[in-house]
């Protein structure tokens, strides 16, 4: 018998099967989309030789994460190959100045001397916080939560910090974006230029718990740049997938599973949507945890995560180009992601207007230019753009996404239009997917949300994704459950696959 059911082939569903397949167990993992990997894919959706990451594409959580570590030479053995990028995100702004944060410090510094002067000396401070905080705050991305071990854990930074420093951690923990970055900058492009790390997940400038990733990332990216996939993100699926293979365990695609047989409380198989059913001594569910009550027919104990809220939406468009874009500031054309969202007031625009279903005006974008320091995505001197618009509504009123998603699209090009002038001339092919797209792809990104649930403190740290949900346990014995709607949350980091993996090694 099967030592290890895993529902869905997410990045923490294969990392908790290749790390259990490694350790001997015998594993199977059901997915129910043609392929696997989840929110992680590269296809040639535009035009032949052009590979899009259709979804993720930055994998620095993952080559600096636990199961990375624990893989390492498995997974380099199986074809994993990473592109570094020393300059990893800049952001534009109307009037044609840009912020650019490369892995040269003194750089970026002559680039803020520049354009915010004010804010050079914040700058060197908060790296030099970062280098103090670091040691404290990246160990509780790997530790369950509530444990001991998080409990010993913030005893140490109690007695490294002091109860002034912990506290003033914590106090930077419930902090908005706005606050984090009104306490340390001056100038309004500096502000913008760590805010829309926030927006990257679903933090709206005024929403508390926003400042952690303004900070963690736009600093974050100086220390550390941007890892992506040689030839596009499926690279780590492909490898992690021929890992688990060779280590004897099986996948299986086009296999939904429509309910987690349970008796006398405790999980003992599936039952598959073409009428399989599979028994296993363990079941781990990859699946967002809004999902599981369908799948556990509605037991009592499931009550709770009808309460589990989705983030706000999200839109990629996906261009294959003749050449890169003609940014207004040229330098923008060798960052990996040029951010257009722009000032934080135009954020919280954005992210009040899809809050309350309807469609922003000038939504937030993330674009990514992979072909910069990856030119196999692409034929020889073409290029593609990864397009990601934060944030949309999850249901707009009195549309559907398959109405406006084209007419929606448009309009974001023309946007880009205004910084990168030429750009609808240089395109070769366009693909669009909506929110209502991604969530027909892979059911987990629940009518757009892209991050497996929202990562609002209410549901965030050790209260993710419900109090009764906790710690990757489940009120069902032998049944776990991991994926971005759990602790340590969205990514593409593993982090809840390898600790499920160590419960159940
Ligand atoms: C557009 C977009 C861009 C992103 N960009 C980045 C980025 O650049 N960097 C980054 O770090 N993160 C990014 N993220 C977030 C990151 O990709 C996700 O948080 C992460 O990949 C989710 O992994 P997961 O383990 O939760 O599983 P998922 O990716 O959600 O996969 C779960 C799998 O389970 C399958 N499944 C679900 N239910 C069933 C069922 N009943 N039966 C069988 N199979 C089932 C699904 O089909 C899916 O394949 C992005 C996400 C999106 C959507």
Avoid at 165 to 177: F, K, V
Avoid at 451 to 468: D, I, K, V, W, Y
């Amino acid at each position: 018998m099967t030592d290890v059911l895993i529902i869905g082939s997410g990045i923490n569903g294969l990392s908790t099967a290749a790390l259990l397949s490694k350790k001997g167990k015998k594993v199977l993992v059901l997915e129910q989309a043609p392929a696997f990997g989840g929110a992680v894919r590269t296809e040639e959706v535009t035009l032949p030789g052009f590979k899009h990451d259709l979804f993720a594409t930055n994998l620095s959580l993952f080559a600096g994460g636990g199961v990375m570590a624990e893989l390492k030479d498995d997974l380099i053995s199986h074809g994993l190959e990473f592109v570094p990028s020393d300059k990893p995100y800049c952001s534009l702004f109307p009037d044609g100045k840009m912020i650019g944060i490369t892995m040269d410090r003194q750089k970026n510094l002559e680039t803020l001397q520049r354009v915010a002067p004010n804010d050079v000396k914040a700058w060197q401070d908060l790296t030099a916080k970062l280098g103090e905080l670091a040691p404290h705050l990246f160990p509780i991305l790997g530790t369950e939560l509530p444990s001991l071990a998080a409990a010993k854990s913030l005893f140490k930074t109690w007695r490294a910090i002091g109860t002034e420093g912990t506290l003033n951690l914590i106090r930077m923990l419930l902090q908005s974006s706005r606050a984090f970055t009104e306490e340390h900058f001056s100038h309004p492009e500096t502000k913008a230029l760590a805010a829309i790390w926030g927006m990257h997940l679903d933090y709206g400038p005024d929403i508390s718990g926003g400042a952690l990733f303004s900070f963690l990332e736009s600093i974050g990216g100086q220390e550390f740049g941007m890892v992506l996939g040689k030839g596009g993100a499926n690279v780590l699926i492909d490898s992690l997938v021929s890992v688990i293979e060779k280590n004897g365990g099986e996948l299986r695609t086009g296999m939904e599973v429509v309910e987690i047989i349970v008796e006398s409380g405790k999980a003992i198989g599936v039952l598959t949507k073409n009428g399989e059913r599979i028994l296993a001594k363990k079941v781990v569910a990859n699946v967002n945890p809004a999902l599981l009550p369908k799948l556990l027919k509605e037991a009592p104990s499931t009550q709770e995560l009808h309460n589990f809220r989705p983030g706000l939406g999200t839109m990629m468009i996906h261009l294959a180009l003749d050449e890169l874009p003609n940014w207004i500031d040229a330098e923008a054309k060798s960052f990996n992601y040029v951010h257009i969202a722009p000032y934080i007031d135009d954020m919280a625009i954005t992210y009040a207007q899809a809050a309350a279903g309807i469609l922003p005006d000038t939504p937030a974008l993330v674009i990514g230019q992979p072909t910069v320091s990856d030119p196999s995505r692409a034929p020889e001197g073409k290029h593609v753009l990864w397009i990601q618009v934060r944030v949309l509504p999850l249901d707009i009123k009195g549309k559907s996404w398959d109405e406006v998603a084209e007419q929606y699209a448009d309009r974001i090009i023309d946007n880009i239009e205004k910084y990168a002038p030429g750009l609808k001339q240089n395109i070769l092919g366009r693909k669009v997917l909506s929110p209502t797209d991604l969530e027909r792809y892979n059911p987990n990104l629940i009518k757009g949300d892209s991050l497996g649930g929202s990562h609002h403190p209410a549901q965030f740290f050790f209260l993710r994704p419900t109090p009764g949900w906790i710690r990757h346990r489940t009120p069902i014995e032998n049944l776990f459950i991991c994926g971005s709607g759990t602790w340590p949350g969205g990514g593409v980091g593993g982090g809840s696959g390898l600790m499920v993996a160590k419960l159940l090694s």
